[in-house]
């Protein structure tokens, strides 16, 4: 089991970068894939990135591709979200989560696949 705790969320202009953080505590880290959704005031949770156990394969969002980085640090027990280019659309609370090895990562972007989640980190982008 592992409880992720996201952080660095802030307030940004448009077309500056934020860089978040998810540390996950528990011993078998680097056994999850690991993911990044959104929700926006009065709209659902949408996928953003996620990476495989390994870090091997990542997989986004076609509203952030090209923008927005996720890699991890198994050492540390940490997976980032690297986001350049901030619109004001990006503007949500981020949540991190865990979940358990997917080979096909087929469900990537269901909230429904993945097992555990951080409270969430406030990120808003001011036009």
């Known amino acids: 089991q592992v409880q992720p705790v996201e952080s660095g969320g802030g307030l940004v202009q448009a077309g500056g970068s934020l860089k978040l953080s998810c540390a996950a505590s528990g011993r078998t880290f680097s056994s999850y894939d690991m993911g990044w959704f959104r929700q926006a005031p009065g709209k659902e949770r949408e996928f953003v990135a996620a990476v495989t156990y390994s870090g091997g394969n990542t997989y986004y969002a076609d509203s952030v591709k090209g923008r927005f980085t996720i890699s991890r640090d198994n050492a540390k027990n940490t997976v980032y979200l690297q986001m350049n280019s901030l619109k004001p659309e990006d503007t949500a609370v981020y949540y991190c989560?865990?979940?358990?090895?997917?080979?096909?990562?087929?469900?990537?972007?269901?909230?429904?696949?993945?097992?555990?989640w951080g409270q969430g980190t406030r990120v808003t982008v001011s036009s």
């Open positions: 989560a865990a979940g358990f090895r997917d080979t096909s990562m087929a469900t990537v972007a269901l909230p429904t696949r993945w097992a555990y």
